[in-house]
């Protein structure tokens, strides 16, 4: 498990509406410190769950708690969407003769951007239903994540417009040699697969 705060409450943040979050501990107490983890982050993160007042299921007990009939025809699939990569930090530029789009990569392995989609909307509401009323970039192989020309439809001088991205990753074959020591097989060849992310949080910007 990471020693991350950050990445142990947003883990947490995952048992919701039915959902479970599965907290794996390598070797408690240190033995190996290269893959093992410490009594003092083991207590603490035991220590914080007590005082969120979450409920705490052993392993040998899980299957009285979840109905394995509902879990996806991909198994690898859930794991896979949080490894792969996110956009963030989204700006656009229209100081221009057309707007240009940028963002940020945000990923939890050594990897990087392989292919992108934009999508802009005229309100809210079309963008959340991952439709680009004015805009839909498709699927672009490219690596590029910045000043990217918008090549939609006309827009209209002081009107708001909405957008996202998602982006695909590019599985590192150096990370996956790496871990290919200790990781399955099947896992292995999930992790090569190109993958799209979710999308972004949405965004606006006004000519």
């Known amino acids: 498990l990471s020693p991350s705060d ?20 390598h070797g408690v107490p240190d033995l190996h410190s290269h893959c093992s983890t410490s009594i003092a982050l083991f207590t603490k993160d035991m220590q914080y769950l007590k005082d969120e007042g979450c409920t705490v299921i052993a392993l040998r007990d899980l299957a009285k708690y979840v109905d394995f009939s509902k879990g996806p025809k991909d198994i690898y699939a859930p794991i896979m969407a949080r490894l792969g990569v996110t956009a963030s930090a989204l700006k656009c530029d229209t100081s221009g003769d057309k707007p240009r789009f ?14 992108y989609q934009i999508l802009v909307a005229s309100n809210e509401e079309i963008l959340a239903t991952d439709k680009g009323d004015l805009w839909d970039s498709g699927k672009v192989v490219s690596d590029k994540s910045a ?4 090549a939609g439809k006309p827009l209209a001088t002081g009107e708001k417009s909405y957008w996202k991205v998602r982006c695909w990753n590019n599985p590192d074959d150096a990370e996956i040699k790496r871990v290919s020591y200790w990781i399955a097989k099947e896992l292995l060849a999930e992790m090569r697969k190109m993958r799209a992310g979710a999308f972004s949080d949405p965004a606006s910007f006004k000519l």
């Open 6 to 25: 950050r990445e142990f409450k947003e883990a947490l943040g995952k048992a919701r509406d039915g959902s479970v979050c599965v907290l794996i501990y």
């Open 102 to 115: 940028s963002w940020n990569i945000k990923t939890t392995r050594p990897q990087t951007q392989s292919a």
């Open 147 to 150: 000043g990217i020309a918008y």
